[in-house]
């Protein structure tokens, strides 16, 4: 049972440069987030996906894009990467849209731009 | 409005008790709560409700005072594996499930 699973685990990208982080899950979850990690910053929501079929912005969308492929994956992309978005990325899926189900977080994406 | 935790790091012996706190300027629905270890992924740990009761097992546990909108999480005889970042993370609704996450308290606990 994997759970989320997050690729690549690591990315070095040039400024400009574009990329796509990939999550699948095999819970059956219904809702999926993108959250972002910086030190001292928690985890800020980029965007997230209350069920399939729908997207929604967070707390720091700018500079994002975002795709629910289908229930199991939702793909998080960087148009144009600046040196502000270096951080660790994590993906993680709850059962519902409502707040009282736990996240299952996966191992996030260490993202350095330079 | 993103939550306050206090304190922002802690330093304890095996077997001392610790109490970590997580406040909000806002009415909250839910609050949840995560452990991270250092290079690896948040594990949720309880989810305290609006109106619900105090949540734990064994040495963890955590209450929600509502009238201060603050969530308390209690860690009793403090192991070493209890080291770590924890995050709280709150709802504003029973309707969404996105979470607004502190900016985390580090506990370090020394044999």
């Known amino acids: 049972n994997a759970g989320v699973t997050q690729t690549p685990k690591f990315q070095v990208l040039k400024t400009g440069q574009s990329m796509t982080l990939q999550c699948a899950q095999d819970m059956n979850h219904n809702s999926m987030y993108w959250y972002r990690q910086d030190p001292g910053m928690g985890l800020r929501l980029i965007y997230y996906?209350?069920?399939?079929?729908?997207?929604d912005k967070g707390e720091v969308p700018n500079g994002y894009n975002v795709s629910r492929l289908n229930k199991r994956e939702f793909s998080l992309r960087l148009e144009s990467a600046a040196p502000s978005q270096t951080s660790v990325y994590f993906c993680?899926?709850?059962?519902?849209?409502?707040?009282?189900?736990?996240?299952?977080f996966g191992s996030g994406t260490r993202l350095t731009v330079v | 409005q993103q939550p306050v935790q206090s304190p922002q790091a802690v330093i304890l012996r095996e077997g001392e008790d610790a109490v970590i706190n997580c406040s909000s300027s806002?009415?909250?629905?839910?609050v949840h709560w995560y452990r991270q270890k250092h290079g690896e992924a948040p594990v949720f740990l309880m989810i305290?409700?609006?109106?619900?009761e105090q949540k734990g097992h064994e040495k963890i546990s955590a209450s929600f005072n509502e009238k201060k909108q603050q969530s308390s999480l209690y860690l009793t005889a403090s192991q070493l594996s209890y080291s770590g970042t924890y995050f709280c993370?709150?709802?504003?609704?029973?309707?969404?499930?996105?979470?607004?996450f502190g900016q985390g308290t580090t506990l370090q606990v020394k044999p």
């Open positions: 806002k009415a909250l629905y839910s």
């Open positions: 993680a899926s709850s059962e519902g849209g409502q707040a009282f189900y736990g996240y299952t």
């Open positions: 305290l409700l609006k109106g619900g």
């Open positions: 996906s209350a069920s399939e079929g729908t997207t």
């Open positions: 993370g709150t709802s504003l609704s029973s309707n969404t499930g996105k979470l607004i």
